[in-house]
């Protein structure tokens, strides 16, 4: 179980097929550990922007073979893998927000060059990126925010095969340094969509600020004033942009659960050696009996973020035109696993108090930084919109899939840069979850659990039609949609604890968890003021208690979470 979780210091290799995987990861923790502790802090407090890092990536081409699919680059065997991509998000994540960021916005910038139709702009982009790894997502404005139907980028044509471009963007990483900034606008003349890419140097792009002032990161709004554009320089033109749009954001959110499971590890180490070393009232502080609660239940969760992190993986690389499940678990991994990361954190700083605050802790840094990914390519409401769409489809209407094993190979996932329209998604289909639970259905918890699920169930059923209409109110919608959440989670979950090897009692002291987050959420439904007579009863009936076992409490607090004492610290 210790080699689950992210050990800088005793690196497990993650059974990469080729050396390349294996020597990013390796040169990577190298490169932050000689950094150390002191200068990453003094980094942050300077909000020194990661020009450091940036000089490092570009040398070492660890973003040409993480973002390239396969047919690029200078690798004959190149591919990409959302398993490597996981794993690395997590080792920037886990040694801060401005390296993982720079990272992440780099292949969301990328990608819809990737994806585009014009082969010629993709190698210019590969090409710029031997000078400057760095690139940037053009997207948002700051009069639209989320509307990005209502984008006023233009590309005008000039009437001899070029274009000028002018309208300015807001929210955009690694804007003032970028080689290829992607940018997404609208035809003048034909108001299509459009992406073509810009160079964040050139005379006609005007920088204008960073409009984030408590990090590192540099966010940049900026302007492009008669911008010259030529066909070379376009991505793709037409209802194809749009989709490449939303495609590039459906790879790259799936980075922020796995940087924000990073950043909460290191917070872990950090606030079990404090506390394990530390004594008051005459008792080590790990004795007290709500400190040992307060770290089973912050370890357990941290456990869950990565076994699922690592499932959802699976079915990102198995992704094709008949097998979609990734539509449901990416939302879910950008979404519930970052929540999970704060709350995994206040627990752990109910543990270590005023300590947190210390500006010589890692956790100061992540405390700021941790609340900032929930917040990224889609808020909460709408990425819980996408997954409440698919609760018919994944709670009546199983189908039947081949089983999927844990994949490390070097397959390329191709259908990630060929994902095509963005249609018929409520129509998607999953296997039925009740496959996984019955294999645990031994534990105890596990089966309070599966009586949460067949209630949940049931509340459906006697919703009915009129449940649409009333989701229409998104504070309704989040609460139905939370406790479907916990469905999925825990079936990825009890998957990826099959392959990794957790133990029985490692999983069913998980489930206590998740069923009192399942009452939770089930008495926070029940306090909406439109539900039905109907509706109440069967919500009454999801409110359930774990079953207790003092005595696996212990063995697990014991030998799974304190075992991990001083197993990490971060070179000073």
């Keep these: 179980m210790e080699n689950l979780l992210l050990n800088p210091k005793k690196y497990r290799d993650r059974g990469y097929p080729d050396e390349r995987s294996k020597e990013i990861m390796l040169k ?59 794993e690395y998000s997590e080792i920037t994540g886990f040694y801060g927000a401005a390296y993982w960021y720079a990272f992440h916005v780099s292949t969301l910038g990328l990608d819809p060059v990737l994806l585009g139709d014009n082969e010629d702009v993709k190698h210019r982009a590969i090409a710029k990126m031997k000078e400057n790894a760095f ?66 140097s050139h005379p ?44 590039t954001i459906n790879i790259c959110k799936f980075n922020i659960g796995s940087g924000a499971t990073g950043i909460v590890t290191h917070s872990f180490y950090e606030a079990l050696n404090h506390a394990y070393h530390r004594n008051l009232y005459g008792k ?15 370890w357990l969760r941290l456990i869950a973020m990565k076994l699922f992190g690592l499932r959802a993986t699976d079915y990102m690389r198995v992704a094709g035109e008949n097998d979609k499940r990734y539509l449901l678990y990416n939302p879910i991994m950008k979404m519930k696993v970052a929540i999970q ?14 300590k947190g605050f210390e500006k010589d802790m890692y956790f100061e840094q992540a405390v700021v930084e941790l609340r900032g990914y929930p917040k990224l390519e889609g808020t909460r409401h709408v990425n ?27 397959r390329n996932d191709d259908f990630m840069f060929k994902q095509g329209k963005t249609r018929g998604y409520a129509k998607t289909k999953f296997h039925d979850y009740n496959i996984a639970y019955k294999t645990l259905a031994h534990l ?49 979950i009890i998957e990826s604890a099959k392959m990794e090897g957790v133990p029985d009692e490692v999983m069913n002291q998980m489930f206590d968890v998740f069923v009192r987050d399942f009452t939770a959420f089930a008495i926070d439904l029940y306090g909406k003021p439109i539900n039905t007579d109907a509706q109440i009863e069967k919500i009454l009936k999801m409110v359930k208690r774990p079953v207790p076992n003092p005595e696996e409490f212990e063995k697990v607090l014991q030998e799974e979470v304190y075992s991990l004492v001083d197993v990490y610290t971060m070179n000073p």
């Design 28 to 86: 990577t923790i190298e490169w932050f550990e000689n950094k150390g502790l002191a200068a990453i802090k003094d980094s942050f407090h300077s909000k020194e922007f990661a020009e450091d890092y940036q000089k490092f990536v570009t040398e070492e081409r660890h973003f040409e073979t993480l973002f390239l699919p396969k047919g690029y680059g200078d690798d004959p065997d190149q591919y990409y893998s959302t398993y490597r991509m996981y």
């Design 135 to 200: 690139c940037a997502f053009g997207l948002s404005e700051k009069e639209h925010g989320a509307d990005i139907y209502s984008s006023e980028m233009t590309l005008t044509p000039k009437g001899d095969g070029t274009y000028v471009a002018n309208g300015s963007k807001y929210y955009i990483g690694n804007g003032n340094v970028a080689s290829t900034v992607s940018v997404f606008g609208k035809m003048a003349d034909t108001n299509d969509y459009v992406f073509f890419v810009v160079d964040s």
């Design 204 to 247: 006609n792009y005007k920088l204008i600020k960073n409009v984030v002032d408590y990090n590192q990161q540099y966010v940049a709004e900026f302007e492009l004033h008669d911008y010259p554009i030529t066909k070379d320089d376009i991505c793709t033109i037409g209802p194809k942009a749009w989709d490449d749009m939303l495609n």
């Design 284 to 298: 080590p502080v790990t004795d007290f009996a709500h400190v040992k609660r307060l770290f089973i239940d912050s």
């Design 341 to 354: 990361g704060e709350v995994v954190h206040e627990l752990l700083w109910d543990i270590i108090a005023a």
């Design 384 to 410: 819980m919109a996408l997954i409440a769409k698919l609760i018919p489809s994944y709670m009546f209407m199983p189908a039947e899939f081949e089983e999927v094993g844990r994949i490390k190979d070097n």
């Design 444 to 492: 105890p918890n596990v089966k309070v659990f599966m009586e949460q699920i067949d209630a949940y169930k049931e509340y459906l059923m006697v919703s009915g039609a009129g449940l649409a209409e009333q989701m229409k109110d998104f504070d309704y919608l989040l609460a139905v949609g939370e406790l479907f959440t916990m469905v999925a989670y825990g079936q990825l």
